[in-house]
Nanobody, 126 residues
Framework: QVQLVESGGGLVQAGGSLRVSCAAS????????MGWFRQAPGKERDFVAT????????YYADSVKGRFTISRDNAKNTVFLEMNSLKPEDTAVYYC???????????????????WGQGTQVTVSS
């Protein structure tokens, strides 16, 4: 089992920046990919970004490309999502997820992930 705990969400004005973190514990050696997803009120959960646990290869949704950066610190078993130039439409609950399967990258679909965090709220005011 892998446990994921997100932190760092909050309220920020449009144009501002925020970094959310995801700390993994348990059988972290089984993780191959980590991802961030988000869910806005009344909408489906959408893919945001993913990173391979070993090589650090990244992939982003078009809506955040150039504004968000995913990174990881393997020594601390932590994944980060740095969010810049935030827009009101970025408002959502952000979830981190871990995948064990050896999927062909990029791993962008929710069902490909085995473990999920509880989510952290990010609110961008206009």
């Amino acid at each position: 089992q892998v446990q994921l705990v997100e932190s760092g969400g909050g309220l920020v004005q449009a144009g501002g920046s925020l970094r959310v973190s995801c700390a993994a514990s348990g059988r972290t050696g089984s993780i191959n990919d980590m991802g961030w997803f988000r869910q806005a009120p009344g909408k489906e959960r959408d893919f945001v970004a993913t990173i391979t646990w070993s090589g650090g290869s990244t992939y982003y949704a078009d809506s955040v490309k150039g504004r968000f950066t995913i990174s990881r610190d393997n020594a601390k078993n932590t994944v980060f999502l740095e969010m810049n130039s935030l827009k009101p439409e970025d408002t959502a609950v952000y979830y981190c997820a871990a995948a064990r399967g050896r999927w062909s990258p990029p791993v962008v679909k929710g069902p490909q992930y085995d473990y999920w965090g509880q989510g952290t709220q990010v609110t961008v005011s206009s």
